[in-house]
């Protein structure tokens, strides 16, 4: 069965502290992997898809990484703009098209 | 990416009673998703929505209780039935980029927040 696990579920970082987030995942056979941000009351926000491992994006304070198992989105000297909710979904083959399987999340909270 | 409108935001209804979410893209998209986000759980597909055939629905859901119309390439509308209070989530539309990649992004509108009493 295709599933998705994200750790912690909740962090807390002091501005400036950099962290990762991680996100395992099994699948037959990978499609692509996303990142999305959501806010309290809000729908997801994309942030990067990644295909194959070894594959890196970035943006602004944030990179994500990706290997055969897992991926991590790393997240330099955030900010307190950057608490959020980070979800990771994968897609993979097999499954219905179009059908992202998303862990529960990780929620970020980074302090003054 | 596309930009996404859903109406209503949030909505508080009775038990026993229905609900019509509408969903709005700025561009022409083939394929239109509908999810529900329950509270503490990940965000699950309801079912695909494809411009002039029938959904496709996921394992759980059934068309009775969520019919969905797919009227145009911009347009779709998810109808939560007969309301308990398990209902209550997040329900979330997306469609896909045009990029013609296998494993194509998501965009996802803002949500319709729904508390069933």
């Known amino acids: 069965e295709d599933q998705v696990t994200q750790s912690p579920e909740a962090l807390r970082l002091q501005e400036g502290e950099s962290s990762s987030l991680n996100c395992s995942y099994t699948?037959?056979?990978?499609?692509?992997l996303f990142w999305y941000r959501q806010d309290p009351g809000k729908g997801p926000e994309f942030l990067f898809t990644l295909y194959s491992a070894g594959e890196e994006k970035e943006k602004e304070r944030l990179k994500a990484t990706l290997t055969k198992k897992e991926s991590f989105l790393h997240i330099t000297a955030p900010k307190p703009e950057d608490s959020a909710t980070y979800l990771c979904a994968v897609q993979a083959y097999g499954g219905s098209q179009g059908n992202l399987i998303f862990g529960k999340g990780t929620k970020l909270s980074v302090k003054p | 990416s596309a930009v996404i409108s859903q109406k209503p935001s949030r909505d508080i209804c009775q038990r026993g009673t229905s609900l019509t979410i509408q969903c709005q893209v700025d561009?022409?998209?083939?394929?239109m998703f509908w999810y529900r986000q329950q509270p503490g759980q990940s965000l699950t597909l309801i079912a695909t929505?494809?411009?002039?055939?029938?959904?496709?629905?996921e394992s759980g859901f059934v068309i009775d209780k969520f019919p969905i119309s797919r009227p145009n390439l911009t347009f779709s509308t998810l109808t939560v039935s007969n309301m308990s209070p398990e209902d209550s989530s997040i329900y979330l539309c997306?469609?896909?980029?045009?990029?013609?990649?296998?494993?194509?992004?998501?965009?996802f509108g803002p949500g319709t927040r729904l508390l069933v009493l």
């Open positions: 561009s022409q998209v083939t394929m």
């Open positions: 699948v037959s056979g990978l499609r692509g």
């Open positions: 929505a494809n411009q002039g055939s029938e959904a496709t629905y």
């Open positions: 997306s469609v896909e980029g045009q990029s013609g990649r296998a494993g194509e992004t998501q965009y």
